[in-house]
């Protein structure tokens, strides 16, 4: 719905204006303007900042996954040993 509505509103400046308008001016506000407000009126706001994606391994319960950067070699560091899978 917010991204119809900043497509028309890119449409109707381009035609106002007579000239091309970047299309991501008006669409990139229309849908964070939109996610905003419904956040605001359902007090959520702060759940869009919130998110966090986890790895398969801490949604299983399990250990978390190493970091590349956990895993390079540093000097005075050693890499873990690989997991064994289990069959």
Do not use: I, V
């Given at each position: 719905m917010s991204y119809?509505?900043?497509l028309i509103l890119t449409i109707f400046v381009m035609h106002t204006f007579q000239a091309a308008q970047p299309a991501l001016?008006?669409?990139v506000p229309a849908c964070l303007g939109a996610s905003?407000?419904?956040g605001f009126m359902l007090g959520d706001f702060w759940n869009l900042f919130?998110?966090?994606e986890k790895d398969e391994e801490e949604k299983k319960g399990g250990e978390p996954a190493l970091n590349?950067?956990?895993t390079e070699d540093k000097p005075g560091s050693k890499?873990?040993?690989p997991k064994k899978k289990k069959i």
């Open positions: 119809t509505l900043g001016l008006y669409l905003a407000t419904r919130a998110y966090e590349k950067s956990q890499k873990p040993p």
